[in-house]
């Protein structure tokens, strides 16, 4: 069974310096993996995918993930945070199978401290 | 364009009471689906349709109907709504492509007491 994996409830960087949200995952054959960031009472909004190509993927606002075969990981990351980047983060895996096997993390806030 | 819309925001229902749950696109996707987040859970698919008159379940179908009569709606459908079904409900969509990027609403969210 796939599963994804994000390590860490809550991430806490000060502001200005980079940050990490982690994600890892299982899944057979080759994923497509989405990063989604939630903020207070709305919906999620796509921030950057990895389909294949690249490993470095980047996205909206400034972020960029790297995708780690050899790892199963795509962690997600920002050279310098913003207090305005502080949400919950969801990490999506998607197998070759399609939308209908999508899996969700569970979500990790990122506090980003002023 | 308004994307993806949802009513109502917030609904609050006795066990064993129905309502349905609103969602709209203006994007002509083909694909929609529903989604409930629970805390610790992530967000898991109820159901899902791949086009006008055609639905299939996802992961935690049990209590929730849907259809799809036109392209922009996808109702959801609790028949009889229990305490377990407390959550926030997402609608999305996107085309057809399974890379393709899912737009969500802003969701609804559910207490049934």
């Known amino acids: 069974a796939q599963s994804v994996a994000q390590p860490e409830d809550q991430v806490n960087v000060a502001e200005g310096n980079p940050l990490t949200v982690k994600c890892t995952y299982s899944?057979?054959?080759?994923?497509?993996l989405f990063w989604y960031v939630q903020y207070p009472n709305r919906g999620l909004q796509f921030l950057l995918k990895?389909?294949?190509?690249?490993?470095l993927v980047k996205g909206s606002y400034g972020f960029e993930a790297e995708f780690n075969k050899s790892q199963t990981s795509f962690h997600l990351k920002k050279p310098s945070a913003l207090v305005s980047d502080s949400a919950l983060y969801f990490c999506?895996?998607?197998?070759?199978?399609?939308?209908?096997?999508?899996?969700f993390g569970i979500g990790t806030k990122l506090q980003v401290i002023p | 364009n308004a994307g993806v819309t949802q009513t109502p925001k917030f609904q609050v229902l006795k066990t064993g009471q129905s309502m349905t749950l609103q969602c709209a696109q203006d994007?002509?996707?083909?694909?929609m689906s529903w989604y409930r987040q629970d805390p610790g859970m992530g967000l898991r698919l109820i159901h899902y349709?791949?086009?006008?008159?055609?639905?299939d379940q996802g992961e935690v179908p049990n209590g929730y109907n849907v259809s799809r009569s036109t392209t922009e709606d996808f109702p959801l459908r609790l028949l009889s709504a229990a305490p377990s079904q407390t959550s926030v409900y997402f609608c999305?969509?996107?085309?057809?492509?399974?890379?393709?990027?899912?737009?969500f609403g802003p969701g609804t969210r559910l207490t049934v007491l």
């Open positions: 994007m002509n996707h083909e694909y």
């Open positions: 999506a895996v998607i197998p070759q199978g399609g939308y209908q096997k999508v899996t």
């Open positions: 349709s791949v086009g006008a008159g055609i639905t």
């Open positions: 990895y389909i294949t190509g690249d490993n």
């Open positions: 899944v057979s054959g080759n994923p497509y």
């Open positions: 999305a969509s996107r085309q057809e492509g399974n890379t393709d990027t899912q737009y």
